[in-house]
C-alpha cells in the first residue's frame, strides 16, 4: 500500500463549510492527526485511528503524520480553517525540511479550507472587499516589535486588516497596544468588527469604531477584522467598497 | 414564498473545492445569477433560471439579484473563489446601499469559498504561512499610484503577498513595473510563484527569484505569489516558514 500524507482544513467549525475533497480525503484516511478538538471533530469508524495531540507540538506531529506515511499509511493532518495560514502546512514543511530525506518522495498534498477571516468577512458582510492583509498577533514566533511595525505599516497603505490570535491569558496588554497604535494610524472612526467563535454555537459578532474599541472584546477564539477609511455599515452588514478614490 | 439571495463562492474551478453549504443554497435556488463562465459551471435543472451577465456590469447584477428576490425568489450570485475577495460581495452590498430602501429586510447571506490564493497556496506548499497581504493589481477601481505604495509597504513589512489580477492586455506594462518595486523592496533572491489556471485543467506552477521573473510569466488568468525573506523550496514545494527571528 502506497501511503500519503494530506493537509486538510476542516473551516471554521460549522461542518457546512467542509469542501467535498475533504470528505473524500478522510474517507480514504487509515489515520488522523491533530490538535485535540480538530480530530474530535471526525467521526470514528472501523479502520480509522484517531492521534489527538495537544497544542504547541506543531513539529512532532507533523513528523509523526510523515513517519507514518512512509510505513504506508494514508494519514489526514487535520486543521481548522485553512492548512497554509497559521495553521499545519508550514509545520509539516518545516518537519520535512528537518526529517528523513525519504520522506521527500512521499505524496504529499494540502487541501485548502475556508479560514477564519474569511467565515468571518462572510457572516459581517464582505468588510475584506479590498485590499487587506493578514497578521497573527502572537509573539510565539515573531518579535513584538515586528508586530507593531507591521501594524504601522499596514494602517499607512490603507489596507483592510484581519487579526489571528488577538489576545491570550499570557499577554493580556498587547492587543491593547495593538489598538492603540490602529487608532493612531487609521483614526478613531474606522470601523473594527469581532467575530468570536465564528460559525459555532454562540457566534457573536461585535462592530464598533477603533475610538470605542477595548482590549477585552477579543480573545483567543475571536477573529478581529479592521476596515479602511471606507468601510461602512448598511443595514446589518459592515463592508469595504471595491473602489478607493 | 420568502425569496433570498445568497452570494456564494464556487471556489477557483476544481468542484471539489465547493463547500457543501454552497451546493445545499445551489439545489434551493430558483435563479442563478453570475458572470458567464461562472453560471456555466452550475448544472441547469428544471425550476431554475440561468442569468448569464458579462464582466463589469457587476452591480446592476446585484441590483438584479436583489429585485428578484424582492419578488420572492430564491437567488444565488455565483462567485469564483470566495465572494468576500475581490468578487461579488462588495458589489452587492453596494447596490444595497444605493438600491430600494426595502431590500435591507431582504434575507442576504454570503457563502464563503476558496479563494484563488488559497488554492495557489495548497498546491504549491505553503507560501502564505506567515503574515501576509492581498492586493488587486488591476488599476479600474484605484489609482495605480496607490498600489505602488502598497507594494512598498508590503514589502517594507516583511509580508509574504499575492496579487489578483496581475497583468491584462489593456495594461500590459503594469506588472513589469510591480517587479521592479518588488526586487527594489524584497531584494531579487526572494521567491515568487506563478499559479496558472490553478485546479483546473492545464494547471502550471512555476516559482523563480523576483531576480528572474518577468512580467510575460503572468496574465489574468493568473494568482501570483511572492514570499518573504525567509520562503524557500524544499523538494517539489515552496514555504514560508512559521517563525521569523
Known sequence: MRGWVVVAGLGPGDDGMITSEVHDALEQATDIVGYIPYVRRINPREGLTLHETDNRVELER???????????????????????????????????????????????????GITAMLAA?????APLGHDFCAINLSDNLKPWDLIETRLRLAGQAGFAMAFYNPRSKSRPH????????????????????????????????????????????????????????????IGEFVYTPRRVE
Open 62 to 112: 507533523a513528523a509523526h503524520a510523515l513517519d507514518m506515511a512512509a510505513q504506508g499509511k494514508r494519514v489526514v493532518v487535520v486543521s481548522s480553517g485553512d492548512p497554509g495560514v497559521f495553521a499545519m502546512a508550514s509545520a509539516l514543511f518545516e518537519a520535512l525540511e528537518a526529517g528523513s530525506p525519504e520522506w521527500l518522495a512521499l505524496d504529499i498534498r494540502i487541501l485548502p
Open 174 to 233: 498587547q492587543f491593547g497596544r495593538a489598538l492603540e497604535i490602529l487608532r493612531e494610524e487609521c483614526g478613531v472612526d474606522t470601523l473594527i468588527s469581532f467575530a468570536k467563535d465564528v460559525t459555532k454555537p454562540g457566534q457573536t459578532l461585535t462592530t464598533v469604531t477603533l475610538g470605542n474599541a477595548t482590549a477585552d472584546m477579543a480573545d483567543m477564539r475571536t477573529v478581529v477584522i479592521v476596515g479602511n477609511k471606507d468601510t461602512r455599515k
Open 121 to 125: 468577512a462572510a457572516r459581517l458582510g
